[in-house]
């Protein structure tokens, strides 16, 4: 089992900045990666950005490239998200897979609101 609870969601204007944490515990050694997902009302949910366990590689979303940075600090990944628009307005998760590289994600956090005002 891994828990992971999520912080650092708020409100802010656009072109602002928000860093999201999810810290990760309980057995966190067979953890493959951690992402972040988000969904905005009446939308489904998406992914955003993850970054392995082990060896720090990333992936993101291109709509956010060049915005957002993941990152991971012992037991804690961050989301930094820079330039942030009203369309990032949403419920921002974080996720462990630990089922190797098929990256499906199978604990997840409770979510974190994320609200970018024009």
């Known amino acids: 089992q891994v828990q992971l609870v999520e912080s650092g969601g708020g409100l802010v204007q656009a072109g602002g900045s928000l860093r999201l944490s999810c810290a990760a515990s309980?057995?966190?050694?067979?953890?493959?990666?951690i992402g972040w997902f988000r969904q905005a009302p009446g939308k489904e949910r998406e992914f955003v950005a993850d970054?392995?366990?082990?060896?720090?590689r990333t992936n993101y979303a291109d709509s956010v490239k060049g915005r957002f940075t993941i990152s991971r600090a012992f037991e804690t990944v961050y989301l930094q998200m820079n330039g942030l628009k009203p369309e990032d307005t949403a419920v921002y998760y974080c996720?462990?897979?630990?089922?190797?590289?098929?990256?499906?994600?199978?604990?997840w956090g409770q979510g974190t609101q994320v609200t970018v005002s024009s």
């Open positions: 996720a462990a897979s630990t089922q190797g590289p098929t990256y499906k994600y199978d604990y």
């Open positions: 309980g057995y966190t050694f067979n953890t493959y990666a």
């Open positions: 970054i392995r366990w082990r060896g720090s």
